[in-house]
């Protein structure tokens, strides 16, 4: 069975053709040029970058895998969640491919592209991963931060979120203030492992307390907007790798432990790490250390690419959708849902 899926929730156009778990080609086109300057995604600017580029994306993708339209058998895109207006562009292509083509449409969440992003394989079948259900999911990305109880094919339930900004835009938001970029967090890594991910100025653990599984990295942000606003520029510069280190040493102590109490709360010791920050090759060896502990083990996902959004894994969980005959009613107007949770519809 191949599938064509197609990414388009944020800012990568990305298009991908896989069979069961097996990646056969696969395109990302990053927009983070464009939206560099600004500080974060421009919805409107992406809109008309998706736009521009969706037809040369899918394009490419059928050409790299060798194939044409006929040899697909069925078109899997975002649905959701993401911004309304990026979604749209991929949707829309979708289904005008699916009715020249005659294929049915499978709408995947954008979130458990991410989930399954761990168990997607190179065209050769590796790595062989096999499933373990149940699993605890760490979703780390721009947008989102959220514990998902990964208990079978497609059965997900949320057992703890961000309340405020995500993980990802709180390291992306410190960046800015520190004067690195965007988006920041490759370079908070990079700057915190040249001095050995030391932790100078130990910021707050936010809602380390709170009892639950929820994530709020809004305070510890404007915690280090004031103790900036203290300091003045020449020792900011000076000090700029203590200070992203420290920053993000508070954020990633704070995920080990909410891990470690989810861990122990829902007796679930084998972990699923996707979304952008699960990039950090930190993050990733503390991980290890923590599952360590509690005889389990840990799943990122396998390839660099698939860390970032990228439309792999959207083909992947789109796979197990065909299998259970979960396609689009073509027939009905096919809506584009920005706020989509997982084990929702
Ligand atoms: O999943 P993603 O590509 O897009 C969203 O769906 O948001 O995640 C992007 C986020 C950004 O906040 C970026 O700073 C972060 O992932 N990120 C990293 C690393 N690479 C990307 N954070 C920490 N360490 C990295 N190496
Ligand atoms: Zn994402």
Redesign the pocket.
């Known amino acids: 069975m191949k599938i064509l899926a197609i990414e388009t929730s944020?800012d990568e156009t990305a298009g991908a053709v896989t069979e069961g778990r097996k990646v056969l080609s696969q395109v990302i086109y990053s927009q983070i040029l464009i939206h560099k300057k600004w500080g974060g995604v421009v919805p409107n600017l992406a809109k008309r970058a998706h736009e521009e580029r969706i037809d040369g994306v899918i394009e490419e993708t059928l050409k790299k895998a060798k194939l044409t339209m006929d040899h697909i058998d069925y078109i899997a895109v975002t649905q959701g969640p993401g911004l309304a207006v990026a979604l749209e562009t991929g949707m829309k292509k979708a289904r005008e491919l699916a009715l020249r083509h005659n294929k049915k449409i499978i709408a995947v969440n954008h979130m458990e592209g991410?989930l399954y992003s761990a168990f997607v394989q190179n065209r050769n079948g590796m790595p062989l991963r096999k499933f373990e259900f149940p699993y605890l999911g760490l979703l780390i990305?721009?947008?989102?931060t959220e514990f998902v109880l990964f208990k079978n094919h497609l059965d997900y339930k949320i057992i703890g979120e961000k309340i405020d900004d995500a993980a990802?835009?709180a390291?992306?938001k410190a960046a800015r203030m520190l004067g690195l970029g965007y988006?920041?967090?490759?370079v908070?890594?990079r700057l915190s492992y040249e001095i050995g991910n030391k932790d100078n100025y130990h910021f707050p653990r936010p809602m380390i307390r709170s009892g639950d599984l929820n994530f709020s990295f809004s305070g510890l942000k404007t915690a280090i907007y004031y103790f900036l606003k203290k300091m003045d520029d020449t020792d900011k510069v000076a000090h700029v790798k203590e200070l992203a280190s420290s920053f993000q040493e508070a954020v990633f102590d704070t995920l080990l432990f909410k891990t470690e109490k989810a861990i122990k709360q829902w007796k679930v010791n084998r972990l699923i790490i996707g979304?952008?920050?699960s990039?950090?090759m930190y993050?990733r060896h503390r991980m290890r250390e923590l599952i360590a502990k509690h005889n389990g083990y840990v799943y990122f996902p396998p390839y660099k690419y698939l860390?970032?959004?990228n439309a792999a894994m959207i083909g992947v969980a789109a796979y197990y959708k065909a299998q259970k005959n979960i396609f689009v009613d073509v027939s009905k107007p096919f809506e584009r849902k920005p706020r989509l949770r997982l084990g929702e519809n």
């Open positions: 944020c991410h990305s721009g947008g989102h990802g835009e390291l992306d988006p920041g967090g490759a908070i890594e979304g952008g920050v990039a950090n993050l860390s970032g959004d």
